[in-house]
């Protein structure tokens, strides 16, 4: 049913923010709940889209990634005239009360841990692969590694990409 004179949210494209400040709350909250529902079902689609593509995908990019050696990272692969980049990001978890422990032995033996460690006791991974063997290797119960979600971006090979 067309309610006569009822702004759109098409009609707010072309209407300028001062202009739509000035409609009644009235006016306004149906387009707000509109607007709302409009994006949780773009949302869905796009979730929807986002799992056929790893589905499509992700065993391509998993025996890429393997085939480079790597665990996480961001691989390309071509599926005709698109670019496929998958992005697997690495999260890494540090145990606190162990990072903790070590840093006091750090301490206790005269070194310095900042040298090692953040203080918060999160340990950058450039530092922890920066470090001598025996340090890691102190670490390593401490150290828990996890991915996170994996991303696809689609190009045409004509398109700059990033």
């Not at 530092?127 to 890691?136: E, F, L, V």
Request: overall charge negative; aromatic content about 6%; glycine content about 8%.
């Amino acid at each position: 049913m067309n309610i006569p004179n009822r702004i759109t949210l098409n009609d707010l494209r072309g209407m300028q923010v001062g202009a739509i400040a000035a409609l009644s709350g009235e006016e306004l909250a149906p387009l707000r709940l509109e607007a709302e529902d409009q994006l949780r079902t773009a949302k869905g689609l796009c979730d929807w889209l986002d799992g056929a593509i790893a589905l499509k995908y992700g065993d391509r990019a998993n025996a890429a990634r393997n085939a480079d050696g790597k665990d996480t990272g961001t691989i390309r692969f071509a599926d005709g005239a698109v670019t496929v980049v998958a992005e697997l990001p690495k999260r890494v978890d540090w145990d606190q009360a162990q990072v903790a422990s070590l840093v006091e032995r750090i301490k206790a033996d005269g070194d310095d841990p900042t040298e090692y460690v953040d203080i918060s006791f999160d340990v950058a991974e450039r530092k922890y692969s920066a470090w001598p063997a025996h340090i890691r290797m102190a670490f390593e119960g401490a150290r828990t590694v996890r991915t996170g979600k994996q991303r696809f971006r689609l190009s045409l090979n004509d398109e700059v990409t990033k």
